[in-house]
């Protein structure tokens, strides 16, 4: 692009979006710096959720600008934060890595030029630099590496965020890899929280793998502001302690620590699994083995996976080492639903590919948890194939047992397509006298969740989760006066020691992010717990499905548990649209409002962008 081309904002704008990014990395507000930063190198404000023409030049008006080469003079170690803050975003995000690879020699310059005289700044600074250039795997990483090593600094803090740069992968392979994993520790006291777990952890995996180290561990995440950092999703300094139980069969130290994240007792629960499916093997841990499946190409099926889950969801992750996925496929106006032409079936493909969902070891789990957590379709696709599927444990939690009898309570709401034939088959089934709300208060909806009357709730309404917010956004939607935020899900917890049954029938209620907290952000997640299932859609999906679902599974819950009952209306839904109403027909009279229904309808339910949404959650 021709400099005559260059299209700069005001000084002003830079200035203010810098600001902005430092201080929302400062609070820990992931979300708020992206914004900040691609406002920043799309030279416009940005909207989450959108896509932005992002420039490299931009970067230039640190240099180009009178007015902010005059401010950057009087205060330069707000350039270095903003260097730090950039590159850390970048790399933890993922984030345009052919700007920042642009970018990268003249930031270093800058880091070079300013960090003697700024000796904290300067190292965090470059060790930030260093860490994106590792991960990318280009070429400036080593030299880097050993210019950090060489530094003669003496300010105490520099020395420390020194050792813990230098306990890190990218000196791994060095001879002083471990010296500098003791300086770190012995150094701890001089971090942040999550660099004092960083500290810890290094130690417990190359020094000190006891028991001691862990609690000590354990204690530090327990405390207000590490609680306030994992509950954010937040929790990428955890990947290599995580990785280390997988390549160490340890079961236990990690069901343990998994546990703490979630501040719920370390009880075995019988069963279960941890799947690791973006490692370089594929594997599956239970408490008295682990299975690792060819190693080979595991990784590549994952991008694709992602890539394809990207494309046909309308979503976009991205990960880290890789270059940008071409976003051309984006539609910032359907952002998270499915694309309207295509059924799913490649990703209900790659899906049964990448887990090996024919093998056996399925069959041998009665709950897997997905550590990072992922939301891919793995119950429904596994129905697919005519197998049963296993509880997806969110809770990490020993699973109850369900009541004698079930108690059921309703809540609907009135401007769905389907309230009608919703209410005529609950009336039907549950007889005129069904507890049944429509539009419910946020009052009433805790009421009934804090009640231990109900061992069933059925939910109807519209779903909001924000693939690109921090959760603050996510909701239940009854109407435009009735609203449940998501943050009052966390409170919606039984205290019965039976189980209660939740069908979430709402788009993107099954919705979890990434994250080594597995399962900490979500609707569905929110309320899942040992004594609180629930079943509800990975994305957004048609009413007709939605509603034929839904009553199915409260048709096949008088007699079967809630994934089985869901394993069965899927298997109903998964079949021409006669076959489906002689189905339904055949189950009873009391069905019959849902077959007249379907009679009038024209769709085809048994896509995978229907059926394949379900999943459910303990």
């Given at each position: 692009?021709?400099?005559?081309?260059?299209?700069?904002?005001?000084?002003?704008?830079?200035?203010?979006?810098?600001?902005?990014?430092?201080?929302?990395?400062?609070?820990?507000?992931?979300?708020?710096?992206?914004?900040?930063?691609?406002?920043?190198?799309?030279?416009?404000?940005?909207?989450?959720?959108?896509?932005?023409?992002?420039?490299?030049?931009?970067?230039?008006?640190?240099?180009?600008?009178?007015?902010?080469?005059?401010?950057?003079?009087?205060?330069?170690?707000?350039?270095?934060?903003?260097?730090?803050?950039?590159?850390?975003?970048?790399?933890?995000?993922?984030?345009?890595?052919?700007?920042?690879?642009?970018?990268?020699?003249?930031?270093?310059?800058?880091?070079?030029?300013?960090?003697?005289?700024?000796?904290?700044?300067?190292?965090?600074?470059?060790?930030?630099?260093?860490?994106?250039?590792?991960?990318?795997?280009?070429?400036?990483?080593?030299?880097?590496?050993?210019?950090?090593?060489?530094?003669?600094?003496?300010?105490?803090?520099?020395?420390?965020?020194?050792?813990?740069?230098?306990?890190?992968?990218?000196?791994?392979?060095?001879?002083?890899?471990?010296?500098?994993?003791?300086?770190?520790?012995?150094?701890?006291?001089?971090?942040?929280?999550?660099?004092?777990?960083?500290?810890?952890?290094?130690?417990?995996?190359?020094?000190?793998?006891?028991?001691?180290?862990?609690?000590?561990?354990?204690?530090?995440?327990?405390?207000?502001?590490?609680?306030?950092?994992?509950?954010?999703?937040?929790?990428?300094?955890?990947?290599?302690?995580?990785?280390?139980?997988?390549?160490?069969?340890?079961?236990?130290?990690?069901?343990?620590?998994?546990?703490?994240?979630?501040?719920?007792?370390?009880?075995?629960?019988?069963?279960?699994?941890?799947?690791?499916?973006?490692?370089?093997?594929?594997?599956?841990?239970?408490?008295?083995?682990?299975?690792?499946?060819?190693?080979?190409?595991?990784?590549?099926?994952?991008?694709?996976?992602?890539?394809?889950?990207?494309?046909?969801?309308?979503?976009?992750?991205?990960?880290?080492?890789?270059?940008?996925?071409?976003?051309?496929?984006?539609?910032?106006?359907?952002?998270?639903?499915?694309?309207?032409?295509?059924?799913?079936?490649?990703?209900?493909?790659?899906?049964?590919?990448?887990?090996?969902?024919?093998?056996?070891?399925?069959?041998?789990?009665?709950?897997?948890?997905?550590?990072?957590?992922?939301?891919?379709?793995?119950?429904?696709?596994?129905?697919?194939?005519?197998?049963?599927?296993?509880?997806?444990?969110?809770?990490?939690?020993?699973?109850?047992?369900?009541?004698?009898?079930?108690?059921?309570?309703?809540?609907?709401?009135?401007?769905?397509?389907?309230?009608?034939?919703?209410?005529?088959?609950?009336?039907?089934?549950?007889?005129?006298?069904?507890?049944?709300?429509?539009?419910?208060?946020?009052?009433?909806?805790?009421?009934?969740?804090?009640?231990?009357?109900?061992?069933?709730?059925?939910?109807?309404?519209?779903?909001?989760?924000?693939?690109?917010?921090?959760?603050?956004?996510?909701?239940?939607?009854?109407?435009?006066?009735?609203?449940?935020?998501?943050?009052?899900?966390?409170?919606?917890?039984?205290?019965?020691?039976?189980?209660?049954?939740?069908?979430?029938?709402?788009?993107?209620?099954?919705?979890?992010?990434?994250?080594?907290?597995?399962?900490?952000?979500?609707?569905?997640?929110?309320?899942?717990?040992?004594?609180?299932?629930?079943?509800?859609?990975?994305?957004?999906?048609?009413?007709?499905?939605?509603?034929?679902?839904?009553?199915?599974?409260?048709?096949?819950?008088?007699?079967?548990?809630?994934?089985?009952?869901?394993?069965?209306?899927?298997?109903?839904?998964?079949?021409e649209k006669d076959s489906i109403i002689q189905t339904v027909r055949s189950l009873g009279a009391d069905c019959d409002a849902l077959s007249e229904y379907l009679e009038k309808t024209e769709f085809k339910m048994n896509a995978f962008k229907n059926i394949g949404s379900i999943a459910a959650y303990s």
């Amino acid at each position: 692009m021709d400099e005559a081309e260059l299209s700069y904002q005001s000084s002003e704008f830079y200035l203010r979006h810098m600001s902005d990014a430092i201080e929302a990395s400062q609070s820990g507000d992931t979300p708020a710096v992206g914004v900040a930063v691609f406002s920043f190198f799309s030279g416009t404000e940005y909207r989450p959720g959108t896509t932005a023409n992002l420039e490299s030049y931009h970067f230039m008006c640190v240099i180009r600008s009178d007015e902010l080469s005059s401010f950057i003079r009087v205060q330069p170690t707000f350039l270095l934060k903003w260097i730090q803050t950039l590159f850390h975003y970048c790399r933890s995000m993922a984030a345009m890595p052919e700007i920042i690879e642009t970018v990268w020699p003249v930031a270093a310059r800058i880091v070079d030029a300013l960090k003697g005289h700024f000796e904290v700044e300067g190292m965090l600074a470059s060790s930030q630099l260093a860490t994106w250039d590792y991960f990318y795997g280009k070429a400036n990483h080593p030299r880097y590496l050993e210019g950090i090593k060489k530094w003669e600094v003496t300010h105490p803090k520099a020395i420390a965020y020194r050792n813990l740069f230098c306990s890190t992968a990218i000196n791994r392979d060095s001879p002083d890899f471990k010296d500098y994993v003791q300086g770190c520790y012995l150094t701890k006291d001089f971090y942040t929280h999550e660099n004092q777990a960083i500290a810890i952890l290094n130690y417990y995996c190359h020094i000190e793998e006891s028991e001691e180290i862990l609690d000590e561990l354990l204690r530090l995440i327990k405390t207000e502001d590490m609680k306030v950092l994992t509950k954010s999703g937040n929790c990428d300094f955890l990947k290599g302690i995580i990785a280390h139980f997988y390549d160490h069969n340890d079961y236990q130290p990690l069901f343990k620590l998994l546990s703490s994240l979630k501040n719920v007792a370390p009880n075995a629960i019988p069963g279960h699994g941890f799947v690791l499916s973006n490692g370089q093997i594929l594997t599956v841990m239970t408490a008295s083995s682990r299975i690792n499946f060819p190693a080979e190409g595991n990784y590549p099926s994952y991008e694709r996976l992602i890539k394809i889950r990207n494309q046909l969801l309308n979503v976009y992750v991205s990960l880290l080492g890789t270059p940008s996925q071409d976003a051309r496929f984006f539609d910032a106006d359907r952002s998270g639903t499915p694309a309207v032409d295509d059924d799913l079936s490649s990703y209900r493909d790659i899906v049964i590919e990448h887990f090996r969902l024919n093998n056996d070891i399925y069959d041998e789990v009665n709950s897997i948890t997905l550590a990072p957590s992922h939301d891919f379709p793995i119950q429904a696709a596994r129905f697919g194939l005519g197998k049963n599927a296993p509880w997806i444990s969110a809770s990490l939690e020993v699973m109850a047992d369900d009541p004698e009898e079930h108690s059921f309570v309703f809540m609907l709401a009135s401007h769905t397509h389907t309230v009608n034939v919703e209410q005529a088959f609950i009336r039907a089934h549950f007889g005129t006298s069904a507890e049944i709300y429509i539009d419910p208060s946020v009052e009433t909806f805790t009421e009934i969740f804090k009640s231990e009357r109900h061992s069933v709730i059925y939910i109807s309404a519209h779903g909001m989760y924000n693939h690109w917010g921090s959760g603050k956004e996510d909701h239940i939607l009854f109407s435009d006066e009735c609203i449940i935020p998501g943050n009052v899900l966390h409170s919606c917890i039984p205290k019965s020691p039976y189980a209660r049954n939740v069908i979430l029938n709402i788009c993107n209620g099954a919705t979890v992010e990434i994250s080594c907290n597995p399962y900490s952000r979500g609707l569905a997640a929110s309320i899942a717990r040992g004594n609180q299932r629930v079943v509800s859609h990975l994305w957004p999906v048609n009413p007709i499905y939605a509603a034929s679902f839904g009553l199915l599974v409260l048709h096949y819950l008088r007699e079967r548990d809630l994934l089985d009952a869901s394993r069965e209306a899927f298997a109903t839904l998964n079949q021409e649209k006669d076959s489906i109403i002689q189905t339904v027909r055949s189950l009873g009279a009391d069905c019959d409002a849902l077959s007249e229904y379907l009679e009038k309808t024209e769709f085809k339910m048994n896509a995978f962008k229907n059926i394949g949404s379900i999943a459910a959650y303990s």
